[in-house]
C-alpha cells in the first residue's frame, strides 16, 4: 500500500473527479482502464473480473472503459477483440513480438507513456505476481498512489479541512493484520491506481452483442521504428496511435526457462468449501475437515490461524492474503471469522459456521450457525448426509 489517504464516513456521491498532475489527458482522459494480463492465449479471470467492476464504476462516472492487452499478435489478437463482451468499450492493443513473454520494464514503461497520453483517472490490476511487479513501477513513474489486495472499490466523496473531493475512487481493505477495514483514497493525484485480488468481484458473463473499439499501437525501438516480426528491419506503425518509444535497455532481462505447475487446490471454483480454523487442533484434525468435504464433494479451505499453526498447506487459504471463495456452500468449523478471513468468504451464497464460542464473529456473517464442539459436530454432519444418498 503506498501513497494514498485513509478517509472515513465516505458515502458516495456523483460528481466529477478533478484531473491530476499524471497526464494531461486526451479523448480517453477520465476513463476506467484495466490491464490484461495474458494467461497462454486466454486474459486472466482476474482481469476479466475486473472489467466486471471497471464497468460498475464508469457508469457511475458516466465514462468509458478501456483494457490494456500487450504481447505477441498472434497470442493475443483474438484475445483482444473478445474483450469488449466483458464490458470493455476500448481495448489498447499493443502488439509486438518483444512483449511476449511478460517483462517488467517494456512494460512499465509501455503503461506509464499510454497513462500520460490519454489520462485515465482509475486504472485496475489484478494482485498477481505480474500486477504487483507492475503496479508498484507505473506508480513511482506517474508519483501517483497504488493501494493493495483491494476488497473492495466504489466510487464515493471524501472531505479534509481545505476542500471536498467528489467522485473518488475509494479503494477499501484490511489493514493493521485484518483488524480494521481501511478505506484509502488518492485525492490529489491521477491515475488512482489499486490492484485486487482473484475472486473478489464476480466474473461477468460475457455479452456477445457488446462492441467495442480496438487500438492497435505498436512499439518503437530507439526511435528505428516497430520491429517487423518477419525481420529485423523497420516496419510501419499498424493503423492507430502512434507507437510508443522504448530503449533497448528495456530488454536486458531474458527469460531463459518458465517453470509452470498446474493449481492442486482449486478454492475458486469450488461450489462447496469446507474450511477448518485453528479449533480443529491439529493437523490431524484436519483428515475430519477433508472427510466431511469429500462427502459434500467440496474442497478443503483454511484460516490463516491454521495456515501459519502448520496444519495444512498455503494453497489451501481463504482470505484476504489467501483466496477469495464464492461457493454455494461454504461451512467454517472451528473458526472465529477474523475480519480478514470474512473478506475472503462472505460473498458465499450460503454460510454454516460451527464453533463452541457463540460470541465468534463468524456468526456475523453465517447464514446458519452451530455452537458446539466441532468434533463431535462434525462427524453427525457426515453421519447425517451420508444417511440421507
Known sequence: MAEGRPASGVAPVAAAAEAGPAGAGGAAA???????????????????????????????????????VAGAETETGELARGLPAYGADLVYHCTADELSPYATQPYARLLADLIRRHGPQIVLYGATTTGRDLAPRIASALRTGLTADCT????????????????????????????????????????????????????????????????????????????DSDGPGPAAAPPGEPPVPVHDADFAVELLARTTEE?????????????????????????????????????????????????????????????????????????????????????????????????????????????????EVVPRLIKAYRSKV
Open 263 to 375: 493449481r492442486r487446490v482449486d478454492l475458486k471454483g469450488a461450489r462447496v468449501v469446507v474450511s477448518g480454523g485453528v479449533g480443529v487442533g491439529s493437523a490431524a484434525g484436519f483428515a475430519l475437515i477433508a472427510e466431511l468435504a469429500h462427502v459434500l464433494g467440496g474442497v478443503v479451505g483454511a484460516s490463516r490461524a491454521a495456515v501459519d499453526a502448520g496444519y495444512i498447506g498455503r494453497e489451501h487459504q481463504v482470505g484476504q492474503t489467501g483466496t477469495t471463495v464464492r461457493p454455494k456452500l461454504y461451512i467454517a468449523a472451528g473458526i472465529s471469522g477474523s475480519v480478514q478471513h470474512r473478506a475472503g468468504m462472505d460473498g458465499a451464497a450460503r454460510i454454516l459456521a460451527i464453533n463452541s464460542d457463540p460470541s465468534a464473529p463468524i456468526f456475523s456473517v453465517a447464514h446458519y450457525g452451530i455452537v458446539g464442539d466441532l468434533h
Open 152 to 227: 473492495d472499490l466504489r466510487i464515493g466523496d471524501h472531505a479534509t479541512r481545505e476542500r471536498e473531493y467528489r467522485d473518488i475512487l475509494l479503494q477499501v481493505r484490511p489493514a493493521f493484520g485484518g483488524n480494521i477495514i481501511a478505506t484509502i483514497v488518492s485525492p490529489d493525484h491521477r491515475p488512482q491506481m489499486a490492484t485486487v485480488r482473484e475472486g473478489v468481484f464476480v466474473l461477468p458473463e460475457p455479452q456477445a452483442s457488446r462492441r467495442g473499439e480496438i487500438v492497435r499501437i505498436g512499439i518503437d525501438r530507439e526511435g528505428r521504428g516497430v520491429k
Open 30 to 68: 477520465g476513463d476506467v482502464w484495466v490491464f490484461v494480463e495474458v494467461a497462454g492465449d486466454r486474459a486472466a479471470e482476474v482481469s476479466l473480473e475486473l472489467l466486471g467492476r471497471a464497468r460498475e464504476l464508469a457508469d457511475r462516472l458516466g465514462v468509458r472503459v478501456a483494457a490494456v
